[in-house]
């Protein structure tokens, strides 16, 4: 499969040499050297290089078996959507773009604005701080995901497409794990065929409902209901967003998450999410529908789509010679909702770790090996996920807390801080004085928010 060749993904525009959004990046793919730490008793694998699964064909499986293939692992890809158009806002931070070489015709928009949007219809532009090369890229995930499953399969992993059902687990510490699974060949119709595959180890790329985290017995977690439709506009409205999005928070679009408008090659997706009210998600829509309503008048709803989003990770994440990554992991951010940029990373990192542990494939791997994945991991992003879970407890418990928290987003401190470490998942240095005078400001927006909440309490009495 090495030889295939990855075909031209067209969204918004061409690339071209005169684009002056962003600068083409480097045709190859530059991963750090791989430093190799096999346990010393771990068997040397006879006659083959070791075999990994990948079961999910999202970003975090792409990614896994592109690292795997080109770290001398058999990589096994098993994907039953290939066409799968998750709901998902599709963001994409600047440093993916960069760490993962996307080409730039896969990025239907580059978004250098956005208007923040409080319960009261106040709009506080964001943005400001933004230099000339910097945005936020907006993808589809049809696309992207189609996108790294092929730059895999060039890379030699096997993609498969199929319904993963089941494992057997292995019987010894170097038996294979046996995976069950309905095979779609285009020859025996839609029901498929029963396949097996042997295996050394596993990656769980495949989402919130994952099977594969079922089977380890990983644990639930709360997850939240994202609701998405994509609207084709007019033109002209469509000009309004084609360097913009727009976030709206109120209890009427959504009791402990926020309401979406982002645009794509030539439609807006429009969306919201809840954990608490998975029953109403229709009707936090609506709503942010409504609040939307002047700018995407005329507009026809051309796809409508939801699914599970986790809400923390998993209370486990690895057993033996299984391991979870992305969605199926529960890496996805609180606050923002943040998913693809660390889907994609915990399949690199878990792969690199098992290329590592392996020997390029030459020996077994074991728990060990995994774990140092989950310790690396963790260490990295645990603070970022902790700190966004706080914000959203504190700003998106009430109308006049999303008030306070709209309110401060108008800081341009705030801004550079927070867009600083969104673009390049680094935790922005601060400036002392400025961390001094946002505290200060933090806490008289909670002051007022709690004084017009006491107003607001005593009008409804």
């Not at 089941?166 to 498929?192: E, I």
């Not at 504190?394 to 927070?418: G, H, I, L």
């Not at 680094?426 to 961390?435: F, I, M, S, Y």
Request: one cysteine or more; glycine letters at 10%.
């Amino acid at each position: 499969m090495a030889s295939i060749a990855i075909k031209t993904f067209v969204g918004l525009r061409q690339s071209s040499p005169e684009s002056h959004l962003a600068k083409p990046l480097p045709a190859q793919t530059h991963h750090r050297k791989l430093r190799i730490a096999a346990a010393k008793t771990s068997p040397k694998v006879t006659g083959r290089n070791l075999r990994v699964a990948i079961i999910g064909g999202g970003p975090a499986g792409g990614a896994a078996a592109e690292t795997l293939a080109k770290g001398g692992i058999e990589a096994f890809l098993i994907e039953r959507k290939m066409d799968n158009c998750k709901p998902c806002g599709g963001a994409i931070p600047l440093c993916m773009v960069g760490e993962f070489d996307l080409p730039l015709d896969i990025i239907d928009r580059r978004v250098t604005k956005m208007k923040m949007i409080s319960p009261s219809n106040v709009a506080v532009d964001i943005g400001q701080t933004l230099k000339p090369h910097e945005y936020i890229g907006m993808v589809r995930r049809e696309v992207l995901d189609a996108y790294l499953r092929e730059r895999a399969a060039a890379a030699g992993a096997a993609v498969i497409n199929g319904l993963f059902l089941k494992m057997d687990k292995p019987t010894s510490k170097t038996a294979p794990y046996t995976l069950h699974y309905t095979g779609y060949d285009g020859k025996t119709g839609g029901a498929g065929s029963k396949q097996t595959l042997e295996v050394d180890a596993v990656i769980g790329a495949d989402g919130a409902n994952s099977r594969v985290a079922k089977s380890i017995g990983a644990g639930d977690y709360e997850y939240a209901i994202a609701f998405q439709e994509r609207i084709k506009i007019p033109d002209d409205k469509m000009k309004y967003y084609e360097d913009l999005a727009e976030m709206y928070v109120g209890d009427d679009v959504s009791p402990d998450f926020y309401g979406w408008v982002f645009p794509k090659c030539d439609h807006v997706a429009v969306g919201t999410g809840t954990v608490t009210h998975k029953g109403d998600i229709k009707k936090y829509q609506s709503a942010t529908r409504l609040r939307a309503r002047d700018k995407i008048l005329g507009g026809k709803i051309i796809r409508v789509e939801a699914h599970p989003i986790p809400e923390h990770p998993r209370p486990k994440r690895l057993a033996d010679r299984v391991a979870l990554v992305g969605d199926a992991a529960g890496y996805v951010t609180k606050c923002s909702g943040e998913g693809i940029y660390f889907a994609a990373k915990s399949g690199r990192m878990c792969a690199e770790a098992i290329v590592e542990g392996s020997e390029n494939g030459k020996r077994m791997v074991e728990e060990g090996d995994l774990r140092k994945y989950l310790e690396k991991w963790d260490t990295t992003y645990w603070p970022t996920y902790k700190v966004l879970d706080v914000l959203q407890k504190v700003f998106y418990r009430s109308n006049p807390a999303r008030e306070a928290f709209v309110e401060m987003c108008a800081d341009e401190y705030v801004q550079k801080m927070t867009f600083d470490s969104y673009l390049y998942k680094k935790v922005a240095p601060g400036n002392p004085l400025e961390d001094l005078k946002l505290a200060v400001n933090t806490i008289g927006s909670l002051v007022r928010a709690n004084a017009l909440r006491r107003e607001m309490d005593k009008l409804s009495v």
